[in-house]
């Protein structure tokens, strides 16, 4: 099958638009010790400045797909990025923390949207024995958003405030957004309109397609993953290395991004390796096997361990969602409700985000990091059992 020249053209546009979501969610890690100064909190509390912002994006999981089907690709993309830069801009004239939480909310919006969006338009521009390397490409997302705001919020924040960093992220929102509306839409538009999708049809997919047990159990493998690596490890850890092992903001900041440059060189190289063996269930099973070892030594390793290993994660962090992507259409029945597909494991991938910064605050509050760390082993070893029975085409 060939791929026709402006595929890549859309895939560059979804990628850059996909940046501006990360790039606004990882804003709190890097000052969450100023913020929590700044509006007097706890642990817990500044942790909540991550999870609030899953909110949204559990919630509107589900009902995103449906936005997708009903509003077409390139109006539901403008919502996205409207939200993500009118978040901001709510959050950086937040004299309360109310409204610092408030805008963290409506950027989660564009998170959610954003996060089953691209994956839909991909899919829909490159045939299935050529998804593996865009949606690889597409699986750096995460990473170069956060490896950006990572290294971008000290210096921001020591010359000219936290608040200049949320100016920044509504700033690329908005430009990105003016790239979107001119150069990204569905293969369909280029000869004939986008076909009109009934409620009734659209209920039939719906219906269908949360029936699928595979979908559920790639969804459930994707929240542990993201439990693990984004609600634990890219939230606590520059807190972690400031507070325990002396780390300066910037190097603490620098050091956990380290994992985000592996990333963005891996997963193109991951997604290839799926392309090429055919089997992504392959490549996430024996991932997340290695995740698993990994979790004995984030919080109890000092000295070169920690860039070394956090290098050795962007490893992890690259293969096991450009595996995930690249298997939604092989569980999904219907390939018309891929979106759909990719909806539920945006649930999964949310309810990962939310829950484990919680959990993980009081564990640390009551047995310390060390031994909070190692509770991640036995996420990894639920997944591994969710992955096995997974069934994919």
């Known amino acids: 099958p060939t791929v026709p020249a402006y595929a890549w053209v859309v895939l560059s546009i979804v990628w850059l638009a996909g940046i501006a979501a990360p790039l606004n969610q990882f804003k709190v890690p890097p000052v969450m010790t100023i913020l929590m100064e700044t509006y007097r909190l706890d642990l817990t509390s500044a942790g909540w400045l ?9 919630l509107l999981a589900l009902p995103a797909g449906i936005i997708l089907q009903k509003l077409g690709a390139r109006l539901t993309g403008l919502i996205a990025l409207s939200c993500l830069a009118a978040g901001s801009v709510i959050a950086v004239l937040s004299p309360q923390v109310w409204l610092l939480f408030a805008g963290r909310l409506v950027e989660g919006c564009g998170m959610g949207l954003i996060a089953v969006l691209a994956p839909a338009v991909i899919s829909a521009w490159f045939p299935p024995e050529k998804r593996g390397l865009p949606m690889g490409i597409w699986a750096t997302w995460v990473s170069m958003g956060s490896l950006l705001i990572y290294n971008l919020a000290p210096a921001l924040n020591f010359n000219f405030g936290w608040q200049s960093i949320w100016w920044l992220g509504a700033a690329y929102s908005l430009l990105i957004l003016i790239l979107y509306a001119r150069f990204v839409h569905m293969p369909a538009s280029s000869d004939k309109p986008e076909p009109v999708v009934s409620q009734t049809q659209i209920l039939a997919t719906l219906k ?13 493998s994707f929240a542990c993953f993201n439990g693990v690596v984004i609600g634990v490890i890219a939230t606590y850890y520059p807190t972690f290395l400031t507070t325990m092992r002396a780390y300066s903001l910037a190097d603490a900041s620098f050091i956990t991004s380290l994992k985000m440059v592996v990333v963005i060189t891996t997963a193109p190289l991951i997604g290839w390796l799926c392309d090429r063996i055919g089997s992504p269930k392959k490549v996430m099973l024996f991932s997340t096997l290695i995740l698993g070892i990994f979790s004995l030594f984030p919080f109890s390793i000092s000295g070169w361990m920690i860039p070394a290993l956090m290098a050795f994660l962007g490893i992890l962090a690259g293969a096991i969602p450009t595996a995930t992507f690249s298997s939604v259409a092989g569980v999904m029945h219907d390939q018309q409700a891929i979106g759909i597909g990719m909806a539920v494991i945006m649930v999964g991938q949310n309810l990962g985000q939310l829950v484990s910064p919680i959990i993980f605050s009081r564990l640390v509050e009551q047995f310390g990091w060390t031994n909070a760390g190692y509770g991640l082993i036995l996420i990894c070893a639920v997944a591994m059992l969710s992955i096995r029975y997974i069934k994919i085409r």
């Open 50 to 58: 991550m999870s609030v912002f899953a909110v949204m994006g559990l």
């Open 208 to 220: 269908h397609s949360l029936a699928n047990r595979d979908l559920w159990l790639l969804a459930f």
